[in-house]
């Protein structure tokens, strides 16, 4: 949340301009960077229409929360209006997402699209915006979790009129989905009379809703199997919900005609790509549309196939390899859902492919080729291997290639890391992905970084964690010796050694050994604590805390970030493996391995002068590790 005040106080300081300097410094401080003119713009222009509105409907002691921050992500509601509601005396929550539109129309194919001149793609509509807003709030907000009916909301488009947004409406309105126009305001501030007392402060109320504990996040594993089978389990928010929507809109055209098209959806760590990913492999489950959900991830495969199919075979033949369909034919099926598509190679090929299978077609255009709707979900920057080169602009050009239409959807705001957008400006920077160079992290209210002096310190701080309930796991660097796999009943090669301190690798293998879970499992099951994860384990995955290891394939030197492509022992890097392609590698590895906590990272270097640099940018916060 940037400002919070009672309406009457944000109508005086918006004529001042007060307001809008405040709501400028508070971005700046979260967000590490200045907003958008378009946002300030937002501000300037419907804030006051908002403020007006409450205050000549006598509410000038409402609490208006601006800009309120959802938990666990990083998307804003506009604004929570807080009060007591007139007839129950109960906490009364609105909230309103604000437009500045003249005009939209209805999207032709779908109603809870629409469209308007300023983009190109169709977006959300602000009613089904507004809708998801509520249901995520009670679904995370501890405060009125148990009161689904103390929250309600509304779009207010100030500037339009009725004939120019009349339109919106096509889709069904409900208590969490109201819509008013400029020209309808009288109507506005009787909506507002019907939710919030004028004879009560808000003050307590918003209090109330602040001091909400939140509700640990559905996890993606934990809920694959309700999520497929049975019904939908997460709330997509925003440009989440265009690009779903996207996809069966483009299923749907597939089935009634002789139709093809690709959707990209791109984002980083953390933005709900997989999220996506199963919410459309469950709907089109249900409703009995042929689709597969394909990876080159291992790990992530594996686990889906055993939570989300436990007891159903069908259900675990949903999850494949993008290697999987070198021999399938053309538009075999309706759907393929590539999750993870920053892992596509060149070829699907290997050295156990028979003869017969070598075609030499590439693995990009086979996932093309298979589906009438082929599906790529990806972050570019998450690329941890030679050769992974699944790109937009690699498959915007494989689409042009064959005359396809190509729609490329990006998500912005991120899920992980406690939806905290300053922790992963703060890493890129960090890891130089970001221009302007490292900065002192500056800590916020949604996650939490620690620096520990020692790799027991780090471990000891996690057990903590998780004696309080809490997941955590350990990872590291591909900076040691991975042991072959012991026998059954033999203890596990502790190879990751640090002085005194040593700890094994997370094993390797497709079954349990001494207690360890499979590789697949690591980060998923509770006994994969204790075991060092590597990136290739943790990649995709999030758990409460993680605890990284830096290890000497990156130190700080003479003010910059050196590479040591001799102290990394990851098998992947050969000697035709250039320095650059190496140095990038290593950098994104530690980025995806800093970005897997959902509350907080605990660091440790096995370099001294890397850990003096961590210190430093981490503002101090390794005093925070004695007493948290």
């Known amino acids: 949340m940037l400002f919070r005040e009672s309406a009457k106080t944000i109508a005086a300081r918006a004529l001042d ?25 937002s501000w300037e222009r419907s804030v006051p229409a908002l403020a007006a509105a409450l205050n000549d409907a006598g509410l000038g002691e409402v609490e208006v929360m601006l800009e309120y ?62 809708r998801r807003y509520c249901e995520y709030l009670v679904n995370f907000n501890g405060a009125v979790a148990e009161h689904p009916d103390r929250v309600s909301g509304v779009a207010y488009l100030h500037n339009a009129t009725e004939f120019g947004v009349g339109g919106l409406r096509a889709i069904e309105l409900d208590d969490r989905s109201q819509l008013f126009t400029g020209e309808r305001r009288g109507e506005f501030i009787d909506h507002l009379r019907t939710k919030l007392s004028d004879k009560v402060p808000g003050a307590r ?9 939140t509700v640990p996040s559905k996890q993606l594993i934990s ?24 996809v069966l809109n483009a299923v749907r055209k597939a089935k009634h005609s002789d139709h093809k098209e690709i959707v990209v959806v791109t984002g980083g760590p953390g933005t709900g790509k997989s999220v996506i990913a199963l919410s459309l492999l469950g709907e089109l489950y249900r409703q009995g549309v042929p689709a597969l959900h394909a990876t080159g991830s291992q790990s992530f495969t594996k686990t889906m196939r055993k939570v989300a199919g436990t007891r159903k075979r069908e259900v ?14 053309r538009n075999t099926l309706d759907v393929l859902i590539c999750d993870e598509a920053h892992r596509i190679r060149e070829t699907s090929a290997n050295r156990y492919t028979p003869a017969a299978h070598r075609t030499g077609k590439r693995q990009i255009d086979e996932l093309i080729d298979v589906a009438r709707v082929p599906v790529f979900l990806l972050d570019e920057h998450q690329v941890v291997r030679p050769g992974e080169m699944g790109t937009v602009e690699d498959i915007k050009a494989a689409a042009a290639a064959k005359g396809l239409e190509c729609h490329v959807v990006p998500l912005e705001s991120q899920f992980r890391c406690g939806g905290s957008d300053a922790y992963l400006r703060w890493v890129k920077r960090l890891l130089g992905l970001e221009r302007g160079g490292p900065v002192v992290w500056e800590p916020d209210d949604r996650m939490q970084l620690l620096v520990a002096d020692s790799p027991q310190e780090m471990e000891a701080f996690l057990e903590a964690r998780r004696a309080r309930g809490y997941g955590a796991r350990m990872s590291a660097g591909y900076c040691w010796r991975w042991s072959p796999e012991p026998k059954p009943g033999h203890p596990l090669p502790l ?20 207690g360890a879970p499979p590789a697949a499992l690591w980060a998923t099951d509770p006994a994969g604590f204790g075991q060092v994860g590597c990136v290739y384990t943790a990649q995709g995955f999030e758990y409460d805390w993680s605890g990284v290891i830096i290890g000497p394939d990156l130190v700080w030197r003479g003010g910059r970030w050196v590479t040591d492509r001799t102290a990394s022992k990851d098998p992947v890097f050969k000697k035709s493996t250039a320095d650059d392609d190496v140095d990038r590698l290593i950098r994104n590895t530690y980025k995806v391995l800093l970005t897997r906590g959902m509350i907080g990272t605990i660091v440790y270097s096995t370099d001294p002068e890397t850990r003096d640099k961590l210190r430093e940018l981490a503002g101090g916060v390794e005093r925070e590790l004695t007493t948290a």
């Open 17 to 41: 301009s007060s307001l809008y300097l405040h709501l400028t410094e508070q971005f700046v401080h979260m967000h590490g960077y200045r907003p958008s003119a378009a946002e300030v713009r």
């Open 69 to 130: 921050a959802l938990p666990l992500n990083s998307k804003r509601a506009d604004a929570v209006l807080a009060g007591v509601h007139p007839a129950t005396g109960e906490p009364s929550y609105v909230v309103v997402e604000l437009k500045q539109w003249s005009q939209a129309e209805s999207d032709e194919d779908d109603p809870a699209l629409c469209r308007i001149d300023a983009y190109t793609h169709p977006v959300l509509n602000p009613v089904e915006q507004v």
């Open 205 to 213: 109320a918003a209090d109330e809703l602040q001091a909400g504990k």
């Open 223 to 246: 809920v694959a199997a309700k999520e497929v089978r049975e019904r939908e389990q997460f709330v997509l928010l925003d440009e989440q919900q265009v690009a779903y929507r996207m």
């Open 316 to 329: 675990q033949e949903l999850f494949k390899y993008f290697n999987s369909f070198m021999t399938t034919g």
């Open 495 to 514: 190879d990751v050694v640090i002085d005194d301190w040593a700890r094994s690798w997370n094993l390797r293998g497709e079954r349990s050994v001494s």
